[in-house]
């Protein structure tokens, strides 16, 4: 195996940690150590399970790509490994921002709910 393998498969490995990591967002309850952690989801508990189920699905299906994407390139002799490093990068930051939107977004969504704002009200808004 070449330097190149090793990295290869350090990818397809944190894929699947990836994926694992985003099974357990996918059951876990508040808490300070795991999972989104953002004022947001501190501030009320459906944020929270609303953002860590829909960020643990998102990390499964980032996992899922990247070890997939580093599988097919240690299929390819002399394959490109800073293509699978950037995966991994890239795809975690965009998880990673999208998931903080996303738990803002629905701590706005609930507060709406709990002022009492009808539900035609909250379809326009849509």
Request: proline share 4%; aromatic share 12%; glycine share 12%.
């Amino acid at each position: 195996m070449s330097q190149n393998d090793y990295i290869l498969v350090l990818c397809l490995g944190g894929g699947v940690l990836s994926m694992a990591l985003g099974w357990g967002m996918l059951y876990v309850r508040p808490n300070h150590f795991y999972g989104v952690r953002t004022p947001a989801t501190y501030a009320d508990r459906r944020v929270w399970r609303d953002a860590n189920r829909q960020s643990g699905k998102g990390l499964i299906a980032l996992g899922g790509a990247v070890s997939l994407f580093s599988s097919l390139l240690l299929a390819v002799p002399g394959a490109p490994w800073p293509l699978a490093v950037f995966a991994l990068l890239a795809g975690t930051a965009v998880w990673a921002g999208a998931s903080v939107w996303y738990a803002s977004q629905r701590l706005a969504y609930y507060r709406r709910i709990d002022r009492g704002m009808a539900a035609e009200e909250l379809q326009r808004e849509r």
